[in-house]
Nanobody, 124 residues
Framework: VQLQASGGGLVQAGGSLRLSCEAS????????IAWFRRAPGKEREFVAA???????TAYRDSVEGRFTISTDYANTVYLQMNSLKPEDTAVYYC???????????????????WGQGTQVTVSS
């Protein structure tokens, strides 16, 4: 599985960005896909995930209600980020796994495939 993340950029607090993660190399419907982020000096953390077939989603508490993960059911997962805050500044990575787990369990599994990061910077 190859993953290509894009869509990062610089935005003011309160603004929006949409990240995209394009997957290739394996049947898209067999994958759960997640977004993680790593801020400077901090550990990588789970942000959101969407399960096989887009039937289930999960979010970390701090982005619930502001971020939305979705899929085109073809080969791309999106992360719509609204009401961005300076603390959302990080490098965002997409990851995939051939797993059938659902819900918040997707936040805790080990993902086998990773894309390159895309920088998101939110200015105050």
């Amino acid at each position: 599985v190859q993953l290509q993340a894009s869509g990062g950029g610089l935005v003011q607090a309160g603004g929006s960005l949409r990240l995209s993660c394009e997957a290739s190399g394996r049947a898209f419907s067999t994958l759960a896909i997640a977004w993680f982020r790593r801020a400077p000096g901090k550990e990588r953390e789970f942000v959101a995930a969407i399960g096989r077939g887009g039937r289930t989603t999960a979010y970390r508490d701090s982005v619930e209600g502001r971020f939305t993960i979705s899929t085109d059911y073809a080969n791309t997962v999106y992360l719509q980020m609204n009401s961005l805050k300076p603390e959302d500044t990080a490098v965002y990575y997409c990851a995939a796994d051939r797993t059938s787990v659902t819900g918040q369990v997707m936040a805790r599994i080990k993902y086998d495939y990773w894309g390159q990061g895309t920088q998101v910077t939110v200015s105050s």
